[in-house]
């Protein structure tokens, strides 16, 4: 079964910065796209940022010039780098990847469980 590790996420101030980094556990065998996607209390869940496998990348237009998104591709590992930080940035922050495993030829979506950032004024 593949799992998507999420961590990095916390309560910041407004202006600060955070990292987060997820890694697929379990048999997975390739990976597409990767990304990060959030949900705010109340709000349905957006994209904030995608990669593909060769490294070209798309972001929300709110966090555009604040956000970095990056992957090692020898683990499957996918970051993202939040900079000045504004309160409308607090949600619930999901690891996203489009992927096979060993097992299977089809392609799956693959979700982290979430982790919370909190940005405070």
């Known amino acids: 079964q593949v799992q998507l590790v999420e961590s990095g996420g916390g309560l910041v101030q407004v202006g600060g910065s955070l990292r987060l980094s997820c890694a697929p556990s379990g048999p997975i065998f390739r990976i597409d796209t990767m990304g990060w996607y959030r949900q705010a209390p109340g709000k349905q869940r957006e994209m904030v940022a995608t990669?593909?496998?060769?490294?070209?990348?798309n972001y929300r237009d709110s966090v555009k010039g604040r956000f970095t998104i990056s992957r090692h591709n020898a683990n499957n590992t996918v970051y993202l780098q939040m900079n000045s930080l504004k309160p409308e940035d607090t949600a619930v922050y999901y690891c996203?990847?489009?992927?096979?495993?060993?097992?299977?030829?089809?392609?799956?979506?693959?979700w982290g469980q979430g982790t919370q950032v909190t940005v405070s004024s």
């Open positions: 996203y990847a489009h992927g096979r495993t060993y097992y299977s030829a089809q392609w799956y979506d693959y």
């Open positions: 990669i593909t496998s060769g490294g070209a990348t």
